[in-house]
């Protein structure tokens, strides 16, 4: 059975700090999908990124990273120079992969609400 | 280019109601699915659907049922409303074969009295 664990529920920072948003998960599957998705106050969920279990290239989009370590099942996600526009749940998830090497179902997190203050 | 699209956004049933939460997408997507997020929770999976036809249980699929008549539309069934189904419901859908994320609607609340 999968599962994620984000054993953060909340973190508060001040503005232009930096914060990292722990992620770790379990998985039998060799193959598999890793996502952060961002939930705003008003409740949707927006894609951040997606990393496939054979990729373990950080990645840095503008303030975001990424950083991915099979070694201890970690997709740790860190935004740096925080702006209250960040304030927000975010959800670490899992996708086992299909037999064509597709995603499948996630498996969510219970997320890590951040608030960011001026 | 809608996405996808639930309907409603909000609803209140009372115990022992039926209705049905409706999600299209027209982003010609073969894998839709349907989550519900409990207050603090994250998503938990109740059904999904692999094509027109053919329907899965995921984790939580009792009180539920499905249907995918076409490649578009998903509807989510409550045949009998109970307070523990009280929750936010989001339909999502993917394409197989590019490993794209999971592009999510925008959510419909709902309430049992």
């Known amino acids: 059975a999968q599962k994620v664990t984000q054993a953060q529920t909340e973190i508060s920072v001040v503005e232009k700090e930096d914060v990292t948003l722990d992620c770790v998960y379990e998985?039998?599957?060799?193959?598999?999908?890793l996502f952060w998705y961002k939930q705003p106050p008003s409740g949707e969920l927006v894609f951040l990124i997606r990393?496939?279990?054979?990729?373990?290239q950080n990645e840095i989009s503008g303030r975001y990273s990424w950083n991915f370590q099979k070694s201890t099942s970690s997709f740790n996600f860190t935004i740096t120079a925080s702006q209250v526009v960040d304030s927000a749940v975010y959800f670490c998830a899992l996708s086992e992969a299909d037999s064509s090497g597709s995603a499948r179902q996630l498996t969510f997190g219970s997320g890590t609400q951040l608030t960011v203050l001026p | 280019n809608a996405g996808v699209t639930q309907t409603p956004k909000f609803r209140i049933l009372k115990i022992g109601q039926s209705m049905t939460l409706q999600c299209t997408q027209d982003?010609?997507?073969?894998?839709m699915y349907w989550y519900r997020q409990d207050p603090g929770m994250g998503l938990k999976l109740i059904y999904y659907?692999?094509?027109?036809?053919?329907?899965d249980k995921g984790e939580v699929p009792n009180g539920y049922n499905v249907s995918r008549s076409t490649t578009e539309d998903f509807p989510l069934r409550l045949e009998l409303a109970a307070p523990s189904q009280t929750s936010v419901y989001f339909c999502?859908?993917?394409?197989?074969?590019?490993?794209?994320?999971?592009?999510f609607g925008d959510g419909t609340r709902l309430s049992i009295l």
């Open positions: 999502a859908s993917s394409f197989v074969g590019d490993n794209q994320p999971q592009h």
């Open positions: 659907s692999v094509g027109a036809g053919i329907t």
């Open positions: 998985t039998r599957d060799t193959t598999y999908y």
């Open positions: 982003m010609n997507h073969n894998y």
């Open positions: 990393r496939n279990s054979f990729d373990e």
